[in-house]
């Protein structure tokens, strides 16, 4: 047990940043010294009056600001004929008994649903039903990240390999991340206000204490490999580091990270010994995807057990945010942290990263409008020029091989520090076996392309056909919702079934002679404008009527058995599809996101907006398709199953691709 103690123990100070390796990377990296910015990350005291101050540095509260943050706008009572007409009017359309309706006064049921006690209430529900921190409602965005001003990617990739250049385009990444959100915090942006130095705590399973603040960090997490690591960006004065410094610091992570790995391999263990310190680590990497009630047991049999694990989990939980990254062999990372509000992860394919937002702390929208600030950052226009950087803008490029090298002495450089958790095997012996992570859902990809300009309201018929082919030939109708995020909370959906739709239904699947191509062709058009509907009206919904009705029986204000039974409106569906609109904007490849939303089945789309379409607000219907996936729960059952669903969706796009095709040469 010593023995291992004492060898774990010197993981912490060891270290793999070879002269060789610090001399390829300060020969990409440094370029003309760059000054510290001159805005910073300023960070208010504990007050929570203070705290809602934190996206003004200077002054205080107006007086006109209380009354937005403290009241709730007046909710119509309109809103909940509203509710009852659309629930009712779906259970009609799938032939079951529109028995929805209120039991209560409409003073009480209102209250339910008033901007701030609906948002809480969802927030309770978000936090009693996520098994863990990586279950939460989540959106992501994949994109290719930038590089510095003036970076020569055929220097670099010549001289070092794309290991290093993984990692400048990452700390430039983590260094615009950090500028962008002081430059919308000193102009009062609230909507990200909770993006960055924000996380999320679900021991409770409850709202109470869910989200955690932590003003006074200057570090981010950074997990690599099998480890945590504490690495600073922000200087004692609050100023954003230089992209060089944050690179050389991920750059030590990356060595570090892979030399503790070699040792653990090479360490003279027996199998089983080798087995379950390996198992282990799986274990802390994990802490947020395991089970929430087991996350906190290890949580306490860590921090009881010896301070220094107190002090590790207390600093990795209080990153300003998560940064993931890959290993040297371009191996994802074991340790993973998803309590933080966003996360930032390296991917397999080359210059590609994702960052993460949870839904409860960030709109969907507002991710992916930081995400383009961040992308399309330009150091003059936004006011964060270097000093003399009048003189130097058009040599910067010269000057990418100057700079500080490496200590070969084996250490992390100052500003990095290895979080170690240890446990001896005393401690960890009645924790066996150990919590392991749920497996993830099974993903099935659409053959679909950019290129092909699949509107997003024909995979949507698409789907439906499918479904009715695959999951309901028989005994029901298919029961496939449209859905989207919602601004007030949760999210608004829609039952993407019509009397169009079945008719054309009917004719596309009867296989009769007598129905002219020419006659599909119109009833196909019929039920495409009767999904674009549906599906626009869903996406600017002012309320999210699917989530209150849900509400509303939750808490005993309506009642309606058959509204909730598997294959109802608000019951367990078939499968619902999402669609995020990611611009014209070729950075952002592709989008995922996750609801609480009970389904079979999900189909996760990301599509371009139509820049052709003549209204000036935006309309998913017609949004051309750049990637989608299919997504299933768990069991050898519905993954055939939905192997089967995701290739007749594809074959079903084929043949309605044909229909309209063959029309227009007609």
């Given at each position: 047990m010593s023995t291992k103690k004492k060898y774990v123990r010197g993981l912490q100070s060891s270290g793999a940043v070879t002269e060789e390796a610090g001399a390829a990377l300060t020969a990409a990296l440094n370029s003309n010294p760059r000054h510290r910015c001159k805005e910073f990350a300023a960070r208010p005291a504990q007050s929570r009056v203070v705290n809602l101050n934190c996206l003004r540095p200077h002054g205080a509260l107006q007086e006109g600001d209380f009354p937005t943050l403290t009241r709730s706008?007046?909710?119509?009572?309109s809103l909940l004929e509203d509710i009852v007409v659309m629930v009712n009017a779906s259970q009609k359309l799938l032939r079951r008994s529109p028995d929805f309706q209120l039991i209560t006064p409409l003073t009480d049921a209102v209250d339910v649903l008033r901007?701030?006690?609906?948002?809480?209430?969802?927030?309770?529900?978000?936090?009693?039903t996520c098994r863990s921190a990586m279950a939460y409602p989540f959106t992501e965005f994949r994109f290719l990240s930038p590089l510095p001003r003036g970076y020569s990617t055929r220097v670099s990739v010549a001289a070092e390999g794309e290991v290093v250049q993984r990692c400048i385009q990452t700390a430039e990444t983590i260094q615009r991340i950090l500028r962008v959100f002081v430059n919308a915090s000193n102009s009062g942006q609230w909507q990200f206000q909770q993006l960055l130095y924000h996380g999320l705590r679900n021991e409770k399973k409850s709202a109470e204490g869910l989200v955690s603040v932590n003003y006074n960090s200057r570090h981010i997490t950074v997990c690599c490999g099998l480890f945590y690591y504490r690495v600073e960006v922000l200087d004692e004065d609050g100023f954003v580091l230089d992209t060089v410094m944050i690179a050389e610091r991920l750059w030590a992570v990356q060595q570090h990270a892979d030399r503790n790995n070699r040792e653990i391999c090479e360490h003279k263990l027996l199998p089983d010994a080798r087995e379950d310190l390996f198992a282990f680590y799986q274990l802390l990497g994990s802490l947020t995807e395991i089970d929430g009630v087991e996350c906190a047991a290890v949580w306490e049999r860590l921090k009881n057990t010896e301070p220094?694990?107190?002090?590790?989990?207390?600093?990795?939980?209080?990153?300003?945010?998560t940064v993931i990254l890959r290993t040297l062999d371009n191996?994802?990372?074991?340790a993973r942290?998803?309590?933080?509000?966003?996360?930032?992860e390296e991917r397999e394919e080359k210059g590609v990263l994702a960052v993460r937002g949870h839904s409860i702390l960030i709109h969907a929208d507002d991710l992916l409008e930081f995400l383009m600030r961040v992308l399309c950052w330009d150091d003059a226009a936004g006011g964060m020029s270097d000093k003399n950087n009048n003189n130097n803008s058009n040599k910067e490029g010269e000057f990418l091989g100057t700079g500080s090298v490496f200590n070969s002495d084996g250490k992390l450089p100052p500003g990095v520090e290895h979080l170690d958790l240890w446990l001896p095997w005393k401690d960890r012996k009645p924790m066996r076996p150990y919590a392991v992570v749920t497996p993830p859902p099974h993903v099935f990809p659409l053959s679909i392309s950019r290129e092909d300009n699949i509107p997003f309201a024909y995979l949507c018929m698409a789907a439906v056909l499918a479904v009715q082919r695959v999951l309901t030939p028989f005994t029901e109708f298919p029961t496939v919702l449209v859905a989207f995020p919602n601004r007030r909370g949760d999210l608004s959906a829609a039952l993407m079934y019509s009397y169009e739709v079945e008719e054309f239904i009917r004719s596309f699947c009867g296989g009769s002679a007598l129905v002219e191509r020419r006659a599909k062709r119109y009833l196909f058009h019929k039920a495409v404008q009767s999904l674009a509907g549906m599906i626009d009206a869903c996406f600017h919904e002012p309320y999210p009527y699917y989530s209150m009705a849900t509400l509303l029986l939750k808490e005993g204000k309506a009642i309606g058995i058959g509204t909730f039974a598997d294959n109802a409106i608000l019951g367990t569906v078939d499968l619902y599809v999402t669609v995020g609109m990611l611009g014209p904007n070729k950075k952002v490849l592709d989008f995922e996101t996750s609801f609480l939303l009970p389904s079979r089945f999900a189909l996760i789309c990301s599509a371009s907006e139509n820049i052709s379409h003549k209204s000036s607000s935006k309309c998913p219907s017609d949004a051309h398709l750049i990637y989608a996936s299919l997504r299933g729960s768990e069991g050898n059952e519905e993954m055939s199953m939905g192997a089967q669903l995701a290739e007749c969706i594809t074959d079903k796009i084929q043949e309605l691709r044909s229909l309209v095709l063959n029309g227009n040469s007609m």
């Open positions: 706008p007046e909710t119509p009572e901007a701030t006690a609906f948002r809480q209430k969802w927030i309770d529900t978000v936090a009693a220094a694990n107190a002090a590790s989990l207390a600093d990795i939980d209080t990153g300003i945010f191996k994802s990372a074991s942290w998803y309590r933080s509000a966003l996360v930032l």
